[in-house]
């Protein structure tokens, strides 16, 4: 019994691994489509504060911080509302350029998003 | 802390020392007079001078300052109730304020029903009228249309204004719009050029009084605590004999004295902020809560005519047994 269990579970890690290994492959073919980073927004500043994707990248910022911020583009390319604690922000990268952007509220919170 | 009043580079005689022990006191309760420029600082209720200098009083105006209605975190889950203790110390003041100037972040979100509560709550404030700025907080994601609707439908521009009430030039200005990437609070050039020509017509020897929520002068950058073209505004404001800048925005009280210029920083009621450069962020303090109604209070004025003397007065919504740590470094 526990050996057919093992069994079972080995055969879905093998599963899970070419699931893995396919969404890769599909990822590449697709120009990284299903590709997500994640920044941080926490202690008044963006986490990573600067960050290098592939195009089609979608970059989520959630807010850690008691205070409400925003994701502003410098170049007015991109502007989320004001997340309060715990909300998110989305925005997919099409383009390959640097977005500077910073925090309308707190316009001292700098970063960037370099996509290649 | 003992960085911010940095060497007296004028030879005006104001002793800066001398302020900074005020401005170290101020909190726990300390009166702070001006005196032809010279200050003097008196232990809230227990001098007799502080009596005498409050009787001269010609009128009386409040100070309160960055309510955050809608906040509900760590370091005060209640601020309408914290609100309304300040309100209580308002109508409890010696003299009763003409009126009450409200210097930003009313609300935390910009809500709607957040800026009702902070309405129905001021309702309860005995005063002629409420004066309102904005601040950050309350311009979230319209660009501070909700908020010139609700509090600044006389007002120019993007909601500045300016009134006289005895004598006395009051200007309101509003440095929480088109912030710019990298920068601090920003005036703009309109609203640069309406001040200009707003105190053009003045007597050099009439009192300014300009209140505006981010300091008008910098407290310390690094958490955008000043604002980028104030230097222009306070260029204008130079040639006359007493001017007064009354902010809020870092939650805490500080003071500095600049040539004919006194800048004042005024307690919250909501939650207090940590001292520059003594914490990872700006953000709000969480404090013992046995300790945080001695961190959070109103700031009144006393304004006594022909002797170009005004008083500020900062009282906190429940005394401090012990001294604030910035006392001792302040000496130094």
Same mark, same amino acid.
Request: aromatic share 10%.
């Given at each position: ?116 | ?255 500095? @004295? ?5 800048? !004042? =920083? ?8 940590? *001292?520059?450069? /003594? $914490? +990872? ?19 009144? @004025? ?5 002797? !170009? =003397? ?8 429940? *005394?401090?047994? /012990? $001294? +604030? ?8």
């Amino acid at each position: 019994m526990i050996r057919r269990a093992l069994a079972i579970s080995c055969l879905f890690a093998l599963v899970g691994i070419a699931a893995v290994a396919s969404t890769n492959v599909r990822a590449h073919a697709d120009d990284a489509k299903l590709q997500t980073v994640s920044v941080t927004i926490h202690n008044f500043s963006f986490n990573p504060k600067e960050i290098t994707v592939a195009k089609g990248t979608r970059v989520t910022w959630t807010n850690r911080d008691d205070v409400p911020h925003t994701v502003t583009s410098s170049q007015q390319k991109f502007r989320s509302k004001a997340p309060d604690t715990g909300d998110q922000f989305s925005f997919t990268f099409n383009e390959s350029e640097a977005y500077a952007y910073f925090c309308s509220v707190h316009p001292m919170m700098t970063g960037k998003v370099i996509v290649q | 802390v003992g960085d911010i009043i940095k060497q007296n580079l004028n030879p005006d005689g104001i002793d800066r020392r001398g302020f900074l022990q005020c401005m170290a006191w101020a909190g726990t309760g300390t009166l702070c007079v001006m005196q032809g420029g010279v200050l003097r600082s008196f232990v809230f209720g227990t001098d007799t001078n502080y009596s005498s200098a409050l009787a001269k009083t010609d009128f009386a105006f409040a100070q309160i300052s960055d309510s955050h209605i809608g906040f509900h975190k760590a370091a005060n889950p209640d601020v309408t109730a914290t609100l309304r203790e300040a309100i209580a110390k308002l109508n409890a003041l010696p003299h009763t304020p003409d009126f009450v100037l409200h210097t930003g972040d009313l609300s935390q979100l910009s809500k709607a029903d957040e800026f009702d509560t902070l309405e129905q709550s001021l309702k309860d404030v005995r005063t002629g009228q409420i004066y309102y700025v904005p601040g950050e907080h309350d311009v979230l994601n319209d660009n501070a249309a909700q908020f010139r609707e609700r509090y600044g439908k006389d007002t120019k521009g993007d909601g500045w204004y300016s009134f006289d009430h005895h004598g006395v030039h009051f200007i309101g200005l509003v440095n929480v719009l088109n912030l710019k990437a990298g920068g601090l609070g920003y005036l703009g050039p309109d609203q640069l050029a309406w001040l200009k020509d707003d105190v053009s017509h003045l007597k050099h020897s009439t009192p300014i009084i300009v209140f505006a929520h981010i300091p008008l002068w910098s407290i310390y950058p690094a958490w955008g605590w000043g604002t980028d073209d104030s230097e222009q505004a306070l260029a204008y404001l130079k040639k006359f004999g007493s001017v007064t800048v009354l902010n809020g925005h870092i939650h805490q009280v500080m003071q500095k @004295v600049e040539g004919n210029i006194t800048f !004042h =920083t005024a307690m919250s009621t909501a939650f207090p902020q940590p *001292a520059p450069g /003594t $914490a +990872p962020s700006p953000g709000p303090m969480k404090v013992p809560e046995d300790k945080l109604r001695s961190v959070l209070g109103i700031c009144d @004025v006393n304004f006594v005519r022909g002797r !170009h =003397t005004l008083a500020v007065v900062d009282s906190t919504l429940q *005394a401090e047994s /012990t $001294a +604030p740590a910035a006392a001792s470094g302040a000496s130094q």
